[in-house]
């Protein structure tokens, strides 16, 4: 239960970082977060079997797309953090080190440049993008933020689970 705990408080803790975040860059730098409703959208049609869009913005709505986004976005988040706990165990748990959560962080980029950008249209790591390069920086600091966001969260861990 202990894990479970865990990777639910590192997980959410860590995606709200990477959350402030984006309000922070679109007031400090004018870059809009991203849109997690345009997450539903795609997740919303794939009970109906399809997977796939030219884009996602030029599908037609789903019921609840916000909310379906967003609860993908932290479950996402969740299940990231659980696979950083399994594979660093309880060791990393009692003595957060920044390494395993950076690169955890760096390498869950790997989700939407292999996934959801192209189901969604934007092409592998967003190269269907009229930016491709900014959208691939924009997705790796993201990424890199929520890793300190593991790394955060698994101290805060450290003293309400543990």
């Known amino acids: 239960m202990s894990y479970l705990i865990n990777a639910l408080v590192i997980g959410a803790g ?31 049609h794939m009970p109906r079997g ?42 990393w748990l009692r003595d957060p080190s920044i390494g395993p959560a950076m690169l955890t962080g760096i390498v869950t980029v790997a989700a939407p440049f292999l996934l959801m950008q192209p189901g969604m249209g934007a092409g592998i790591a967003a190269s269907r ?18 890793g300190l966001g593991l790394y955060a969260a698994g101290w805060a861990a450290r003293f309400l689970v543990n």
């Not at 007031?27 to 959208?41: C, E, N, Q, S």
């Not at 993008?129 to 929520?146: D, E, K, M, Y």
Request: include cysteine; proline fraction near 7%; charge should be positive.
């Open 129 to 146: 993008t009229p930016r491709p390069g900014t959208a691939r920086i924009q997705s790796l600091i993201n990424h890199a933020v929520f």
């Open 50 to 91: 399809r997977f796939r869009h030219d884009a996602i913005t030029k599908a037609p709505p789903v019921r609840g797309e916000r909310w379906i986004g967003w609860t993908a976005h932290y479950l996402t988040g969740i299940a990231f953090a659980a696979g950083l706990v399994a594979f660093c165990g309880d060791a």
């Open 14 to 44: 860590a995606t709200a970082v990477m959350d402030a975040w984006g309000i922070a860059r679109k007031t400090l730098l004018g870059i809009a977060p991203p849109d997690y409703r345009m997450l539903g959208r795609w997740i919303g």
